[in-house]
């Protein structure tokens, strides 16, 4: 399967504002790309790219003063295939765990596992551990939570999410992360693009989506509790502890988002990969 991907993001600066750009497909996905993704900046300023410290390409700009516009267009070939889904996936003791997923058992910037220690086990401490408690966590946020962009904020955390009973996709992975974490299973954040590729086609414009991904018998699964069914047509650009990691630009002085386009369609067969990826629609 070929997937057309692409964004184009436009900020109205007042005055010149360094940025830290992360929307390059992530590197574990490199290999699949079939035109490449290279990022395009008007007007023309020097962008110098580097991996973060989960392993994310970046890049830091200078943005100069009046409109700023950051786009990319490219074809990435898939698998075609379902998130996987692994049942009898186990849960690995704390102590058994690798180092280097220990970070993701502790509370972040939108994940206060302080605050949802105690209802989480009283939710949740009796169910099956491994694959089971994931997936029982999943339908809990996924019923929990109402999708809705009116209720995007910025500043929303995992138990603002949980008070308020709404939220975006952001804030059921983060609902859902901070409860796994509470639960002793490793959970990281994950941006990307995920279009209505298999399924019904939403009624809201393509946007970047959040997921998160559980550390289960030796090894990281996706799970989405916001759509809470496998899904076609992952493309990842980066993972990290929360949103704050992962922010598809950070912004080192003031500047308003007035332009915002995402593309993540499914490219027909009978057009094949000839030419240039089209241009990131409306």
């Given at each position: 399967m070929k997937i057309r991907t692409g964004y184009e993001l436009t900020y109205s600066c007042p005055?010149?504002?360094p940025m830290i750009l992360t929307l390059s497909v992530h590197p574990s996905r490199r290999r699949d790309l079939l035109t490449p993704d290279k990022m395009q900046v008007q007007p023309l300023v020097a962008a110098t790219e580097y991996l973060d410290g989960f392993g994310n390409i970046c890049y830091v700009?200078?943005?100069?003063?009046?409109?700023?516009?950051?786009?990319?267009?490219?074809l990435v070939e898939d698998s075609g295939a379902n998130d996987e889904v692994a049942p009898d996936a186990q849960q690995i003791s704390l102590e058994k765990l690798p180092v280097e997923t220990l970070g993701y058992l502790l509370g972040s910037r939108y994940c206060e596992t302080d605050r949802l220690g105690e209802f989480a086990w009283a939710t949740f401490g009796k169910v099956p551990k491994g694959w089971p408690l994931v997936q029982a966590i999943c339908d809990y946020v996924h019923d929990h939570i109402t999708f809705g962009y009116a209720h995007a904020n910025p500043t929303k955390t995992a138990y603002d999410a949980f008070q308020e009973k709404q939220g975006v996709c952001r804030d059921f992975a983060h609902l859902a992360i901070t409860l796994c974490r509470c639960m002793n299973v490793p959970a990281r954040y994950c941006t990307g693009y995920l279009g209505d590729i298999g399924v019904p086609l939403?009624?809201?414009?393509m946007d970047f989506s959040a997921w998160f991904e559980?550390?289960?018998g030796g090894r990281w699964y996706t799970f989405d509790a916001r759509h809470n069914k496998p899904r076609i047509g992952r493309i990842l650009i980066a993972r990290g502890r929360d949103a704050?990691?992962?922010a598809i630009t950070t912004l080192f002085g003031p500047a308003t988002l007035v332009g915002f386009k995402v593309v993540t369609d499914e490219v027909p067969a009978e057009e094949g990969v000839s030419g240039e990826a089209a241009a990131v629609r409306p």
């Open positions: 005055q010149p504002t700009v200078h943005a100069p003063s009046g409109q700023f516009t950051i786009s990319s267009d490219f939403e009624p809201y414009p559980a550390y289960l704050t990691d992962v």
